[in-house]
């Protein structure tokens, strides 16, 4: 099912430990690490779920999406917990399978199905109306609240247009009035002292 227009849900601090904590306490093997992985990059779940062990550099600390929705081979930065995370998953890896986050049946050609997984934690989290997508807006937001630019977020979500995270440009209101402020500043100090 296609997604409603413009749905911007994104969590709570409280909501996203609940979450997390969730995920740890799950039944399967590889929620927490693909939660922590689509709160960090912003990547979809597929996108994630069909991740394979030659597309991360765990040197330079990046995947390389090669199927995405847009159709554009999409270099995204593993930093932080989403990076150890990762690289703890590839320490403790015990089957051949390309796929970092691999089925558990006979096949280890198929990528891990979470659905069931997903709404258990979401569930036992109490968190309501959240579908895993929200991620994606969750870390937009989080990147508009700490600064990003429309650009710059849409360049982390991988979006063709500006016009797709346009749904996020009243979180970025307050800190273009913070740098047009400072920029204000330095025009007319600069003007004042000659």
């Not at 099912?1 to 601090?13: H, N, S, Y």
Request: proline share 3%; aromatic share 6%; hydrophobic share 40%.
């Amino acid at each position: 099912m296609k997604e409603p227009r413009g749905r911007v849900r994104f969590l709570t601090a409280d909501e996203r430990s609940r979450l997390l904590e969730s995920c740890q306490q799950s039944q399967c093997p590889y929620l927490h690490a693909i939660v922590v992985l689509a709160i960090s990059t912003g990547l979809r779940k597929n996108e994630i779920l069909r991740l394979k062990w030659i597309d991360v550099d765990l040197d330079k600390g990046r995947v390389i999406v090669e199927e995405t929705k847009n159709d554009r081979r999409h270099s995204v930065p593993l930093v932080g917990h989403a990076l150890e995370t990762i690289r703890k998953l590839n320490n403790d890896r015990k089957n051949i399978s390309p796929f970092l986050f691999s089925s558990n049946d006979l096949s280890l050609d198929q990528p891990y199905d979470i659905r069931t997984a997903w709404e258990n934690a979401v569930k036992r989290a109490g968190i309501e109306n959240f579908r895993f997508h929200d991620l994606r807006h969750d870390r937009a937001s989080t990147l508009a609240a700490g600064g990003a630019s429309l650009a710059q977020i849409a360049e982390v979500l991988n979006h063709k247009t500006l016009q797709m995270v346009k749904r996020y440009a009243h979180l970025t209101e307050g800190n273009i009035a913070s740098v047009l402020e400072k920029l204000d500043k330095d025009v007319f100090e600069e003007a004042d002292n000659r």
